[in-house]
């Protein structure tokens, strides 16, 4: 049974540039949330879809956007890159909506240069 | 406002040693309090998972706490082993479908 499963592990954007960060959620699970961890930083919730719409959002700008397709999978997209959002990019899937039990990917870290 | 707050802010032991890790929050209302192992660069791996009436709760040679009137929670690693280094984050969810309330964590290095 695949866990939650991100690509790619790593990417190297240039400033301006925009990004499109995949995940497969846990089989079974149809709730994806996408988070930004900055080092030496916890998460931080950017937001979260369920039935291929945005349920919940964090504090992120727009140029942060998603999509949930019909078979879960999800995307993140990330405009007009900052070097601020060099970070590792976390995807965790839930059970259900009302299920808060995530389990993680192994995350794609991001360097904007 | 909804915090995990944790402490210390990183840890360093030698190996074979045992340590606890604390976590206070304020989020509510509570559902549950988490802890993850995350290795560096990886992403966070589920250690135990306590509700409001679970007092104590272990994996192996991890031990937590839960003190829900005090709002504390503590992580207690016995027998510390090198593989054991890695940042140990707090994680508590509150009632409905709201974001999970995460901690910075705490960086532990187990040294030989």
């Known amino acids: 049974d695949a866990g939650v499963t991100q690509s790619p592990t790593h990417l190297i954007k240039t400033r301006g540039q925009q990004v499109t960060l995949r995940c497969s959620p846990k089989?079974?699970?149809?709730?994806v949330s996408w988070y930004q961890q900055a080092l030496g930083q916890g998460p931080q919730f950017i937001f979260q879809?369920?039935?291929?719409?945005?349920?919940q959002r964090g504090n992120f700008p727009d140029r942060f956007s998603g999509h949930q397709f019909p078979n879960y999978s999800s995307e993140l997209n990330v405009n007009a890159l900052l070097l601020g959002d060099s970070a590792l990019y976390l995807c965790?899937?839930?059970?259900?909506?009302?299920?808060?039990?995530?389990?993680f990917g192994q995350g794609t870290r991001l360097t904007v240069v | 406002k909804n915090q995990v707050e944790q402490s210390p802010q990183s840890l360093i032991i030698l190996e074979g040693k045992n340590c606890t890790l604390q976590?206070?929050?304020?989020?509510?209302?509570?559902?549950?309090l988490r802890w993850y192992k995350q290795d560096t660069g990886r992403g966070p791996v589920s250690l135990t998972i306590?509700?409001?009436?679970?007092n104590t709760k272990s994996n192996g040679r991890y031990t937590a706490t839960l003190d829900a009137d005090t709002k504390q929670s503590s992580l207690h690693i016995t027998a510390s082993q090198l593989s054991d280094s890695a940042s140990y984050i707090c994680?508590?969810?509150?009632?409905?479908?709201?974001?999970?309330?995460f901690g910075k964590g705490t960086r532990l290095s187990v040294i030989a």
């Open positions: 089989s079974g699970h149809d709730t």
């Open positions: 306590m509700t409001f009436s679970e």
């Open positions: 879809y369920y039935e291929e719409e945005e349920r």
């Open positions: 965790a899937s839930s059970p259900s909506l009302m299920n808060t039990e995530a389990f």
């Open positions: 994680v508590v969810s509150r009632v409905g479908n709201t974001p999970l309330v």
């Open positions: 976590c206070n929050y304020t989020v509510s209302p509570f559902s549950n």
